[in-house]
């Protein structure tokens, strides 16, 4: 008999196993991205039917020696429900699909575990939506070692100037440009992560570019479906 384990997870996807079963890939706090069956679970009856949700911190145990495992128990806390509205519903999906590409599988990373649950309640006490995705983005770069130089400009290595202009070069990082109204005492601010002193349109920026490299220029759904909403 393979050995059961418990752990805490979020639900990154779901997608439909025959007529009656679910496989979920989750991301768990000790045993990192892994992927799980959940037999039954369409079922009205079955005691799994409706708790795999997004968003909402699981209690899971599942067995099995395979790269698929096997749900056997799910516990969720229900007053953590909450409803969310259109652009906080796609930046959230955005943020899971990220980590569905990004992750490898049944590698742990408490720290970043950590990161996306704090993440999820920053969304939840409605603080500036724009911000904490930036964070986040700056923050999973880092952890995953696609952070990029705040120290160094990357012509002369020299450091990097508060009151000279810059722009980002994505794959390399911060070039001088007198064609810039990006300075360094910006950079500097995005290391310290002050982000409120930083334009968000040029955060925006830097951070499109610099996942698009871990993407390997390869779109996400999610944006695609955000830009058909907004047209």
């Known amino acids: 008999m393979s050995q059961s384990n418990s752990d805490y997870c979020f639900l990154l996807h779901q997608r439909s196993y025959g007529e009656t079963s679910i496989i979920a890939d989750v991301f768990t706090e000790n045993y990192g991205k892994i992927s799980i069956i959940a037999k039954g679970a369409k079922k009205p009856r079955s005691k799994f039917f409706g708790y795999l949700v997004p968003f909402q911190k699981l209690n899971v145990t599942f067995s099995g020696r395979s790269e698929l495992k096997t749900l056997t128990s799910i516990d969720r806390n229900l007053a953590e429900t909450s409803n969310t509205f259109s652009k906080v519903s796609y930046s959230l999906l955005y943020i899971n699909e990220l980590l569905i590409r990004l992750l490898p599988k049944d590698a742990k990373h408490q720290e970043l575990f950590f990161l996306y649950e704090k993440f999820l309640k920053s969304i939840i006490d409605k603080n500036n939506l724009e911000l904490t995705l930036r964070h986040f983005e700056l923050d999973l770069l880092d952890m995953l070692g696609y952070g990029f130089d705040y120290q160094l400009d990357i012509d002369f290595n020299l450091p990097i100037d508060p009151e000279t202009p810059y722009v980002f070069v994505k794959e390399k990082g911060f070039r001088k440009s007198k064609n810039s109204n990006f300075y360094g005492k910006d950079i500097i601010n995005i290391k310290n992560r002050k982000l409120e002193d930083v334009s968000l349109k ?30």
């Open 202 to 231: 040029m955060l925006k920026e830097i951070t499109t570019k610099a996942i698009s490299i871990c993407l390997e220029g390869k779109d996400l759904r999610s944006r695609k479906i955000f830009k058909s909403i907004k047209q």
